[in-house]
């Protein structure tokens, strides 16, 4: 089993950057696929950025392609997002999520480990 815990949420404005982080402890960090995912008010959690245990692979939303960067230190049990051009649409509580196993899960029913999530706020 895995415990994750995020940080490094805030109120920015629009066009300003953020980075989280997700510190994982348990289990050996690189044995899982790591996740991230956002849900807004009144909004169902939806996937934003999955990396491979060993970061050779990575995949994004549409909507955030090209904006965020995931990456992660597995010396340091550390799971990353790199938010940049940052827009209102991107307000959200922002969780970090683990799963085992091999290829990408977009869905949340993927992932059986969850962080409690950080507050990321865009004004405009």
């Known amino acids: 089993q895995v415990q994750l815990v995020e940080s490094g949420g805030g109120l920015v404005q629009a066009g300003d950057s953020l980075r989280l982080s997700c510190s994982a402890s348990?289990?050996?960090?690189?044995?899982?696929?790591m996740g991230w995912f956002r849900q807004a008010p009144g909004k169902e959690r939806e996937f934003v950025a999955a990396i491979s245990g060993s970061s050779t692979s990575t995949t994004y939303a549409d909507s955030v392609k090209g904006r965020f960067t995931n990456s992660r230190d597995n010396a340091k049990n550390t799971l990353y997002l790199q938010m940049n051009s940052l827009k209102p649409e991107d307000t959200g509580v922002y969780y970090c999520?683990?799963?085992?196993?091999?290829?990408?899960?977009?869905?949340?029913?993927?992932?059986?480990?969850w962080g409690q999530g950080t507050q990321v706020t865009v004004s405009s």
């Open positions: 348990g289990r050996t960090f690189s044995s899982y696929a």
């Open positions: 999520a683990a799963r085992t196993g091999y290829g990408f899960k977009f869905s949340v029913v993927g992932y059986p480990y």
